[in-house]
């Protein structure tokens, strides 16, 4: 039987869709790879850095490991970072103190005084071991922005867990003395940058305002209105395609 001109007609558009699809799924197989991580968005767990106020000092009593008294006396003193999650609850801590210190032995005090700062004590929950070094940051950024020109701690010689940690927020063992390693750093000399906001005190958090719902009457009403007017322009145009 003879071919027609519709039947090629039609093959020939058949042919032409298929090599457009396969030209479409080559270049995808040949397009260069995206760089790792270039367009993922990286999701960051919600908590919050800031101050230590009054009622933090039982949680971090218990996290730092010291008398209540002692710690009340360093949230006095604003001397305390903690982490939260969104709801209040205190992971981390950080401990700091300040105190004056002759700029140069040999001079004593006609040579002038400067500020230092101590890291005192660091702790963490078992969750807030992953704020637990941007707390700590966020406490030298405090030292700094009060005009500490370094830093220093004291820690058993044993203890490498805790020297490793104090070597990630930037400071260097000192000659060891005894069974403690003293370590320290140059404030002026370093960026402490926790990447995140010290807020001064707990942030207050408004809940989303909630849209009023429309009234069922109003809303079976409104889809009525909806439906009828398609149904009227309907059945014109079958009117007209009837006349004509």
Request: glycine share 8%; charged share 25%.
């Given at each position: 039987?003879?071919?027609?001109?519709?039947?090629h007609f039609l093959v020939a558009m058949l042919?032409?869709?298929?090599?457009?699809?396969?030209?479409?799924?080559?270049?995808?197989?040949?397009?260069?790879?995206?760089?790792?991580?270039?367009?993922?968005?990286?999701?960051?767990?919600?908590?919050?850095?800031?101050?230590?106020?009054?009622?933090?000092?039982?949680?971090?009593?218990?996290?730092?490991?010291?008398?209540?008294?002692?710690?009340?006396?360093?949230?006095?003193?604003?001397?305390?970072?903690?982490?939260?999650?969104?709801?209040?609850?205190?992971?981390?801590?950080?401990?700091?103190?300040?105190?004056?210190?002759?700029?140069?032995?040999?001079?004593?005090?006609?040579?002038?005084?400067?500020?230092?700062?101590?890291?005192?004590?660091?702790?963490?929950?078992?969750?807030?071991?992953?704020?637990?070094?941007?707390?700590?940051?966020?406490?030298?950024?405090?030292?700094?922005?009060?005009g500490c020109a370094e830093v220093r701690c004291?820690?058993?010689?044993?203890?490498?867990?805790?020297?490793?940690?104090?070597?990630?927020?930037?400071?260097?063992?000192?000659?060891?003395?005894?069974?403690?390693?003293?370590?320290?750093?140059?404030?002026?000399?370093?960026?402490?940058?926790?990447?995140?906001?010290v807020e001064a005190g707990p942030v207050e958090?408004?809940?989303?305002?909630?849209?009023?719902?429309?009234?069922?009457?109003?809303?079976?009403?409104?889809?009525?209105?909806?439906?009828?007017?398609?149904?009227?322009?309907?059945?014109?145009?079958?009117?007209?395609?009837?006349?004509?």
């Amino acid at each position: 039987p003879s071919v027609s001109c519709r039947d090629h007609f039609l093959v020939a558009m058949l042919v032409h869709a298929l090599l457009v699809a396969l030209a479409s799924q080559g270049a995808v197989m040949h397009r260069s790879p995206t760089r790792v991580g270039a367009s993922r968005v990286q999701m960051n767990v919600a908590w919050e850095l800031r101050v230590a106020v009054p009622a933090d000092s039982d949680a971090v009593a218990k996290l730092c490991k010291l008398p209540g008294p002692i710690v009340n006396s360093f949230i006095g003193s604003k001397a305390c970072t903690v982490g939260t999650t969104l709801d209040g609850a205190v992971v981390s801590a950080t401990l700091v103190n300040t105190f004056k210190k002759v700029k140069d032995p040999k001079l004593g005090a006609a040579g002038g005084l400067e500020t230092n700062g101590e890291l005192v004590k660091v702790g963490a929950t078992k969750a807030g071991e992953a704020f637990k070094q941007a707390t700590a940051l966020g406490a030298l950024k405090m030292l700094k922005q009060q005009g500490c020109a370094e830093v220093r701690c004291s820690v058993a010689a044993t203890d490498d867990v805790t020297i490793d940690f104090y070597t990630s927020l930037g400071l260097s063992k000192e000659e060891p003395k005894d069974d403690r390693v003293k370590m320290v750093a140059n404030l002026f000399a370093m960026n402490p940058n926790p990447k995140k906001k010290v807020e001064a005190g707990p942030v207050e958090r408004r809940s989303p305002k909630v849209t009023e719902a429309v009234g069922e009457p109003e809303a079976d009403q409104a889809v009525e209105a909806a439906v009828e007017e398609p149904a009227a322009e309907t059945e014109g145009v079958k009117e007209e395609v009837t006349a004509a």
